[in-house]
C-alpha cells in the first residue's frame, strides 16, 4: 500500500487556520492530484495532510454583486450542472466538461486545480482571461490576488504556508466574450497538450475586438497570457486577416517544450491554428 | 482514527491511518476484492465504486473523505447468487471479457442508469470514459448498457 501520511479533518475553517498556523500542512481537497502524487511516489509525500472536504465555508455557487464566485470546493460536476455558469460563464461549464471523466468530475475542484498548479491545469487559462480573483484566507485575514499573479513560477503559488484558497471571483463584464478550447489526446481523461481561453469585449458579429485576453496552458512553466497576440486583437475586427495575423504571431511567440505529451511544434502549430478557428467562429465566416 | 460508513447498506467502522484508500480500505481491511486496482492513479476506472450515488475512483478517495458516506461496490449490484439486470445484460451480450475492468464499468454504468438521463450511444459512451477496457473494444459493453436502460425504461416507464 502507498504511505500514509498523517492527516487531520477539521469541521470549521477557524480550526482549519489554527492548524495550518502552528505548522505546514498539505491541504487534500478531491484527492485526484495529492493521491495520485503519493502513490506514485512522484517527490516526496507530505509529512502533514489538512484535509478540508468538511469545510463547508468553501462550498457554493452564487452570484454576489458583479461577479460570479465559486468556492474553492466546487466540484467539475458541480460547475457543469450549475444555472449559474451555464447563464453567466458557459465557458467554463464547456472546461470542467472536458476534464477527466464522471469519476474525476465527481471529486476534482476548482480550488484544487487552481491551487495545484500545474502548468497544464485546464481551468487556469480560463482564470487568467475572465480576469479572475482567487481569495485567500488565514488567521491574519483574507486577501484578493488576481489570477495573472498567482502562478509566479513553476509549480508555485501566491499561497503563503498558512493561507488557504477559499474561493474564486469572477468578474462579470456584459459584454464580455469568452471561449474555451482544450487539445488532448482524446476527449477524456487527457492531460492537455494546449489548452487556451480568449475573452473579448465587445458586440457580436464582426465589430472591433476591446480588451483582449489570451491565455494559454501547457506550452510554458506556468499558465500565460500572450500579449503580442493580445496587442495583433486589440482594436481589430475578427476578420481573416486578423486571424491570419493573430495566429502567425502566437505561433512566433509562444516558446513550448518537447515532453512525453507533445512536441514544442505541435504545440506551436495547434494553439495557432486553435486560435485561427476560435477568430472564424467569432467573426461567423 | 475510527471511521464509521455504510457498505452496501451495511454499518461499517474501521480503525486505519485517515489517508488510506477507499480502495486498500476495501480490499485489505474489508475483504471486498470485487472492487480492482488497474493504474492507481485515477486513469483506468477499473476501482469505480459509488460514494453516495456518485461514481468516483477509489484509489482516489482517502478514507477520511468517506467517513459518514455510504457506498455502493460491485458486491452490492446484485443478490447472493443472482446477478441484477445490469450485470445479466453484459454477460448476454459478452461485454465482460478477462473481467478487470468489468465491476468499475458496472458500476459507472449503474450510476449512468441511476441518473436516469437520456441512454442514446453518445451518453453511455460518456459515462464510461473514465474507464478502459482492452478486450471488447467496448462496443457490446455499451450494447449491454443500452439493453439494461431499455429494460428499465420498460419496467419504470415514469420514473420518479
Known sequence: MPVEPHVTSPRTLSEAYALLAQQPHRPVAGGTDLLVQITGELGDPPDRVLDIWHLDELRGIAVDGDALVLGALTTYTEMRRSPLVAEFLPALSEAAATIGAAQIQNRGTIGGNAANASPAGDTLPLLIACDAELVLGSERGERSVTAGEFWPEYRRTALAADELLLRIRFPMVGDRQVRFRKVGTRRAQAISKVVMALAWRGDDGTAPWRDVRLALGSVAATPIRAGATEAVLDGASPDQSTADRAASTLAGELNPIDDVRSSADYRRAVAARVLHRLIREAGGW | ?160
Do not use: W
Not at chain 2, 457498505?7 to 486498500?24: A, H, I, T
Not at chain 2, 471486498?32 to 459509488?50: I, M, N, Q
Open chain 2, 1 to 160: 482514527m475510527s471511521f464509521r460508513f455504510f457498505v452496501n447498506g451495511d454499518p461499517v467502522e474501521v480503525e486505519v491511518p485517515g489517508m488510506r484508500r477507499l480502495l486498500d480500505v476495501l480490499r485489505e481491511d474489508l475483504a471486498l476484492t470485487g472492487t480492482k486496482e488497474g493504474c492507481g492513479e485515477g486513469e483506468c476506472g477499473a476501482c469505480s465504486v459509488l460514494l453516495d450515488g456518485a461514481v468516483v475512483d477509489a484509489c482516489l478517495v482517502p478514507i477520511c473523505q468517506v467517513d459518514g458516506t455510504s457506498i455502493r461496490t460491485v458486491e452490492g449490484l446484485g443478490a447472493e447468487n443472482k446477478l441484477n439486470d445490469l450485470q445479466s445484460a453484459f454477460l448476454e451480450t459478452g461485454g465482460a471479457q478477462c473481467g478487470i475492468c468489468t465491476p468499475g464499468m458496472l458500476m459507472a454504468a449503474e450510476a449512468f442508469l441511476a441518473s436516469g438521463g437520456p441512454s442514446d450511444e453518445d451518453s453511455i459512451r460518456e459515462a464510461i470514459a473514465g474507464n478502459l477496457c482492452r478486450c471488447t473494444g467496448y462496443r457490446k459493453i455499451v450494447e449491454a448498457i443500452a439493453q439494461a436502460a431499455e429494460q428499465r425504461r420498460a419496467a419504470d416507464p415514469h420514473p420518479a
